[in-house]
């Protein structure tokens, strides 16, 4: 199994979840963050003196899904959270040992 | 620890304070009239700007019951002056202290970190309670009964005798406000004692001990407050329109004029403010407000109190108090624009912050003037403070470097003085009987920058010692970790969830 | 479901009432003065403690205009009463009602958890809508026109003749307001009619259903507030000083002092919060509140508000006005500085829900003295209830372990009963014709004993009734899933983002 | 860039503007009496609804003082009119202006997303700014002097002889409010003018320009506000019921019954409501409100405000207020309640948002009512408009498809329009010498009809031609960026933290 | 090592927090998340208006733990949080292949 | 590559940022959390009463960095994040599979 740890724009949720129920996943968790890299930030106003804002709200998501098909989430996260401009995001994967369903005790795929 | 010891002493000195209340026998505290009769003060017909309406209203007033009213032994026989004038200004006192709770703490609150506002608000309260406290037992008495030139007496502590006055007809001592019961009077004055030192909070925000600015505030509120407004507002305190003999002949130095506060409110507060962050130092990471939605209420509830602050000042509901209330609303609708366009052209964007700030610029220079310039004056009032109170938040601030945290000088100072000298531009004759340099009376021009001078300068020398003299007693600063974390959770044990 | 038919059976109570509303002939509920004319009540010069000033200040008010003024066929040539007066209760009016919403919903909605404060600040309003319909339609009648000892009659039922009365000159009804026009005086009484239950809410708060408070209220202020009000400032109450007769000699059981609702108001609403903690058991997991700002906003607002509450009750705009607004500052300011130092020496730390407890804790505490005592009866009695209050909050409340979320009790039943005792301590014949234990009188000392423990025995047990009755009837208490989760989402389908 | 071009324009217009103030002569515009005598308008012993009661209180009022007062050359001996009277509209014009700022910004604000709330709030804050300047310097002469059916005259810009017409006695110019001072009388009708625009932002919310809303709202109110203001309240204007001879003979077209703004308030911005969400169109994503607990304070506040938005417009402290006030605290609990249970009904649970909405739409209807109805007719309306508006802001809605964001349309048309025609069925001839259907008069109800629609239609056409030039010259809505990441941070670089 | 991150129902934090200590393990890190699956969400209601919400709160739990207490950890958490009711949540355990604790830069099992 | 993810003081958020910028990291994600572990919490006070707060405001920051410089960033952050006081938090470094830019599709190395 894998984790698939996607950091997109908070706009691009509802997208991103339609996009994985669509190929069959139906359950992911999601994290308010803030994101520093090549997008630059904005500026705040206060009393007339400029405050530079570098870390941006971000969304991040993270689903657990059986290896052979996270490839296929990949490519439907990147379709549904890119926009073209900086800052989309990425989507990071890594392995994951088990997993365990709180409520059955089920295991690892069927858990998920 | 240490904080604690020292709140056990300020405990200490306060429930002294209490006790001695206590002490002073209930007779004299409350069923005497003699103090009262015996401390005859003169006669005010014209007595100060804010008064003079009131003085010579009350005639006309009570005029269809054959003035004055003959008093009986029973308390509501007893002449109750014009009940339309004390509707209006219990309704000020309620105003005006709205103005402070929850009104300024607000103001300030929304513009502090988020892990300060708690620190923020109950300094407006705390404020509120400790000056009520020492107002009623002695600076009432100093500030606005006779006594010298510098400082009135002693007949008002405890507010013994309050109640007897109005019986004693035309020899009151509160020729102030003639036509409204002297406790009434006093609670009006009261607001503007407690939100004169709560103004002072925007300059040390975010850094100072809560037990520090408990003690600064108590002292600054006996030995600078109460003396300014002797001087300036009291029945013959040597720049008070109101110290004039029986034939109205002057009998004090130099007359400022000053409706509701320019110089006793504001600049005394901005000044006291700039003192403050100067012997405080720079907080250590200054931030950008942490929700404007609170700073908008209270500079609303700002707006809406101040009705009573300046038309309150007319101490009657009359003429003067609606072309006060005109004049008001004018001038802070027009300094709040210019503040928003200034800012909007300088920086791109108008901001909340920016026109609530503008709006109090507006309320604060229009405060001197209220009582005698009309709406054109107010125009050019409201123009001339929404510019100078940004320079004053902004160039002025940078340029020297201090951090007036909210800036209490910024906009209080700055804005005061520009109303107090424009009042001595802009008044009119027929509104006040007083003219002002359009009208031809440079002296009273001179005058006004004398009076802003004199408050200025004896307020940064007594505030300086104030703030030393804490600094040795508590210590005035919070540690780097307290400041880090927030005084909220550090010196209160509380955070907004 | 079961929650949706319940809710059904509320709709078709409410609107039953108000189709009776509409069933009432227009012409009788607004037309016809005969009814008005038909029940005299006994004139009384010396009315209520709250309306004494205002009854003997009527001669002196109306007095240049040759009283009584002949009142003419249109409305406004009717004698319109003291003007001046007039405008200061339609403020007060205005103060009172701002003091429940939204003053005392964010009091407690700060001290609640965030998933609770929509439901927290919701009942504050849906009581005040509710009580105000009771209130026109039933309760005024029964509490403030003639009846009997015990409770009023139906003569105002859907306010017929209310308008009519000032016109009927002498012998109007309402001699407990007589400079003013009766529908003021009946919505400064209605302010009062839903602030007390409104102050109940901080003993069940994050707890009780939607559905079963409203039933509660409902039935309370019927049961047990109306009878409560006309017991102590009824024309015809057993312990009202209203109750006397032509030659002001008292026609009641024991008369009570109570200016402004030491009994009728705080002791009321506190043993009845007490009452519905008991029955309604503890939270599961009771946490700090969530957000001292609302708290603060909430104590200031209760504050600016209570002018109206106690200055008011002067029922006119003249020198008891004047002392009660005095006093009313003083206990405040000094209880919340009390309890402040209180916690302070006991905690460590000062908090921001202190310092607007304690003021809180005072204004209540002074509200039945607000008329009768001065400055150093108002210092002692905002030392003692700042003491007495905290530990109501504390030590009290966790001896007996009951759950009085917001201290509802500890601070009104507490505070109201150390106010009204300490009246008859206070009290001072040269303000307000009644001397306290001080000026010698035991005996008034007494019957504020008697009327405290009067007024807590019957609310105790008409309240237990009554939320039996509910408990069976809908049910008091959500599940525990919904206490959980928080009544917001649950109750009312939202959250604060 | 064209941000600022745009900004820059709007500078030099309002620049214009003020230099405009500053050029007219202080002389005229502050000294001379002259003007004021020249423009004689026609005494209104019967003038407006709202004037009727103070127009004929006056003789009664000024009576004692053996009326008309003689009046002297110094300011304050000038006749202040009644004391009582001008201490009420003092407090009137700052409880209406409590209810736009903060009240309308906060019960706006917490409908909107958490990412717009500040460019809310500031919009009120904004609004009443621009308003106040605009209204001084034109619109209150526009509106509220004599000139003819259509539009009144010039004689009051920059309110030039305000000052001085108490003076002249019977010939006051000002017959509107002849017990207190014209500059009183200006700042009340000021706060309705402020309101009123303010109003219609919460159908544009969340998507219109800032600078565009400055633009739309300046010439709104200049060409719909101040004509229609004139038609329904001015000495002469076509519906007025002001608009009478010296014989007190209508002078005008057909006479409409708005007692505190129906028509020119509530119908007039929530017309202007729906125009600009038709002419903006949807929001992208429409989402639940972020914080019901600030819609309670402001709709807490508005019902705390409204008191003096109706009881104010009786410009008297009298009987009328007393009613004006009780019918509004009727109207509006019972709006509430309904409004709770129909959506309880309709949707399994009643909501914070819900019941402030059902107390704010009873505030709407019942303010055309205020001055001539009785309580079983607040009752009535109270329900009628309750039901009435939940199926304006829902049913209605949802059947057209417009996004009137926060239902200005839906419940101030539809409420004012519920109003208007029901004081046409129940006005009381005995509470305010007019007439409604249940007493007969069939005239009465047809001419509140036409109101209705002229008014409506009139605003209708111009609102949309303003739209559609203000939207040519700078644009009216925001990018689709902006509206996503939220106006706050896009327009005034400041977010809640 | 292993980090052991489970996503429970917020009021089960503290049985949770309990339930570790008891175990001896003495350090957890939460994040408030967000989460979907079958749990249906529940309905806002705005101006006669239903807007369903298919977010619900979660708490996300990050221990890292020394491999051989791995499986215990999981089966005390699971213990402590699960109702048995939809939504309980689910654990998953991934591979750590170093720790440092900051303060004292020890490494691995001695910075847990 | 791996991923490095440190627990840290909030007030070192900037400190750390500019210690990895400094070595050539642009990009970071960062998350408020809170922690549990040997530093003592605070108590809040509340009507007269003590309430014990155990969690305490940490942030958690993610970094994505090719595996050889994963050394080098943990010592960076350890340097940049230390106070030397209990509480300052930890890292943990895992494996990382694969990466991508939602943007451009970058893969692995040049997704970072
Ligand atoms: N090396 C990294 N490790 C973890 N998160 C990163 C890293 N680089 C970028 N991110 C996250 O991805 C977001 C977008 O990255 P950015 O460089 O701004 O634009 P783009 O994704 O188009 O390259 C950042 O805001 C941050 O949250
Ligand atoms: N595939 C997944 N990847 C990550 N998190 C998941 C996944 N499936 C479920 N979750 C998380 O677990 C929570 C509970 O899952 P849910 O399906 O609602 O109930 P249950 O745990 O009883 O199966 C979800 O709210 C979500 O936060
Ligand atoms: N085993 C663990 N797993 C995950 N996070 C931990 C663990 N132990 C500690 N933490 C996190 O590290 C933070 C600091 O740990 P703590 O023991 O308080 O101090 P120190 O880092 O100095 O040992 C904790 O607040 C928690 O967020």
């Known amino acids: ?56 709200p971000k969304l991040k998501i ?16 990147v379709a549904a959270a890119r926009t073209g401009q900086i800052g989309d995001g990425k989507i990071f994967v890594y392995q994951l040992d088990s997993a365990v369903r709180i409520r059955t005790g089920e295991k690892d795929k069927d858990a998920l | 620890m240490t904080l604690f010891r020292r709140l056990t002493g300020l ?14 026998p209930a007779a004299i505290a409350e069923d005497n009239p003699a103090p009262a009769a015996a401390q005859a003060t003169p006669a005010a017909p014209a007595a100060a700007p804010a008064a003079a309406p009131a003085a ?18 029973t308390v509501l026989e007893k002449c109750t002056g014009n009940s339309g004038d004390t509707a209006w200004l219990l309704t000020s006192v309620a105003l005006v202290l709205m103005m402070t709770i929850p009104g300024l703490g607000l103001f300030y609150g929304g513009m502090v970190s988020k892990k300060n506002v708690g620190d923020t608000v109950m300094t407006s309260f705390a404020i509120t309670c400790l000056v009520t406290v020492i107002y009623f037992i002695l600076t009432y008495s100093l500030a ?20 007897y006055d109005l019986a004693s007809g035309a020899n009151t001592p509160n020729g102030l406000a003639p036509t409204i019961p002297e406790t009434v009077y006093m609670m009006f004055q009261m607001t503007f004692a ?22 600064f505030i108590g002292l600054w509120a006996i030995f600078v407050y109460a003396p ?21 002949n002057f009998q004090g130095a130099f007359q400022v004029l000053d409706f509701a506060g320019g110089t006793v409110v504001h600049i005394n507060a901005g000044v006291a403010g700039l003192m403050s962050c100067l012997v405080l130092g720079r907080r250590k990471t200054p931030a950008p407000g942490h929700n404007m939605v609170l700073t908008y209420i209270g500079a609303a509830l700002l707006w809406v109190g101040w009705f009573g602050f300046n038309a309150g000042s007319a101490v009657s509901a009359g003429l003067q108090a609606g072309m006060a209330m005109t004049v008001t609303q004018i001038a802070t609708a027009v300094a709040a624009l210019t503040w928003m366009f200034v800012e909007w052209a300088h920086r791109g964007k108008p901001t909340v912050i920016g026109i609530a700030s503008g709006a109090v610029a507006g309320l604060v220079a229009i ?121 909220d959770l550090a010196l209160h044990g509380e955070v907004v969830h």
Chains 1, 5, 6 share one sequence.
Request: overall charge negative; aromatic content about 10%; hydrophobic content about 50%.
């Open chain 2, 11 to 24: 405990m200490a000195a306060l429930t002294a304070a209490l006790m001695i209340g206590l002490a002073a």
């Open chain 2, 144 to 163: 606005f009964t006779g006594g010298g030139w510098f400082i009135g007496g002693f007949s008002r502590v405890f507010l013994q005798g309050i109640h």
């Open chain 2, 56 to 73: 010579q209203a009350a005639p006309a007033a009570a005029a269809p019951a054959a003035a004055p009213p003959s008093c009986s032994s």
């Open chain 2, 367 to 487: 405060t001197p003037a209220s009582g005698f310039v009309g709406p054109v004056g107010a125009l050019v009032i409201g123009i001339a403070c929404g510019v100078g109170c940004y320079l004053g938040a902004t160039a002025l601030k940078h340029a020297f470097g201090y951090d007036d945290a909210l800036d209490a000088f910024g906009v209080h100072a700055v804005g005061g003085a520009i109303g107090a000298i424009l009042t001595g531009v802009f008044a009119v004759n027929e509104f006040s009987g007083h003219s002002g340099l359009l009208e031809g009376d440079v002296g009273q021009f001179i005058n006004q920058f004398k009076g802003v001078i004199t408050v200025a300068v004896y307020d940064a020398i007594v505030t300086f010692i104030i703030l030393k003299i804490v600094d040795v007693a508590v210590g005035l600063r919070v540690s780097e970790e307290v400041e880090r974390d927030g005084l």
């Open chain 2, 194 to 215: 407690i939100i004169t030192p709560a103004l002072i909070a925007g300059s040390f925000a975010e850094r100072m001990k809560f037990s520090a600015m408990l003690w």
């Open chain 1, 1 to 56: 199994m894998k984790i698939v740890m996607a950091i997109i724009k908070p706009f691009k949720l509802e997208e991103v979840r339609d996009a994985l129920t669509a190929i069959g996943v139906h359950g992911l968790t999601v994290t308010e963050v803030k994101g520093y890299g090549r997008q630059k930030g904005h500026t705040e106003i206060y009393r007339g003196a400029e405050y530079a804002v570098s870390f941006l």
């Open chain 1, 62 to 77: 993270e689903v657990a899904v059986d290896a052979d098909i996270a490839g296929q989430v990949v490519e439907a996260i």
């Open chain 2, 228 to 248: 300014v407004a002797h001087w300036v507002w009291g029945p013959d305190g040597f720049m008070s329109a109101a110290n004039v003999d029986a034939k109205g």
